[in-house]
């Protein structure tokens, strides 16, 4: 497996990202019975506005497997620092190889070394804490439970009141 960056402006990269992101999340349990899957979309309109921090692409013999997404987010009182990861998708064929895993590590570290204050996210903590996430006292996310709400952060500044995410997350929930 070989993990690289989204190519700025290559409708290759953007098409495979469309790809990875909507077939991963097709039938997935968390969307309602028949219900068409956004992630792909979210991941489209933090591109053209030009608010898509880190976009990448895991490659299996040179095939888009695996996609993750890190764009801006502010965090009560911190207008910039945070990060929100997601989506992350994998070709269901190809889960449960250590892919995501791979791509959330590499990001993390990414993020860790370009000075960021941390990385929040919604997600399931039975999966999001391998990497060091974990619920915080007084950070949210308007209408999710708390136990949802994760953050790792990179120094010792705790996020601290509700996350707010793109404009791209809430125009297509």
């Given at each position: 497996m070989h993990i690289r960056d989204e190519r700025p402006g290559n409708q290759q990269d953007s098409r495979?990202?469309?790809?990875?992101?909507?077939t991963?999340?097709?039938g997935h349990p968390m969307h309602a019975p028949g219900a068409e899957p956004t992630e792909h979309l979210i991941v489209g309109r933090l591109r053209a506005s030009g608010d898509l921090t880190l976009s990448l692409l895991a490659e299996v013999d040179g095939e888009p497997v695996?996609?993750?997404?890190?764009s801006p987010a502010v965090v009560?009182?911190?207008q910039t620092g945070w990060q929100l990861l997601g989506p992350v998708g994998v070709l269901p064929t190809m889960q449960g190889r250590g892919i995501g895993s791979a791509l959330i590590r590499e990001a993390l570290r990414r993020m860790r070394d370009a000075g960021a204050l941390g990385v929040v996210l919604v997600g399931d903590p039975g999966y999001y804490t391998r990497f060091?996430?974990?619920c915080v006292p007084g950070l949210g996310y308007p209408g999710v439970p708390d136990q949802y709400v994760?953050?790792?952060?990179?120094?010792q500044r705790l996020p601290q009141g509700d996350i707010i995410a793109h404009a791209a997350f809430a125009e297509l929930a």
């Open positions: 495979a990202i469309t790809h990875v992101e909507y991963a999340f097709k695996g996609h993750v997404a890190l009560g009182a911190d060091g996430f974990a994760l953050a790792v952060r990179f120094g």
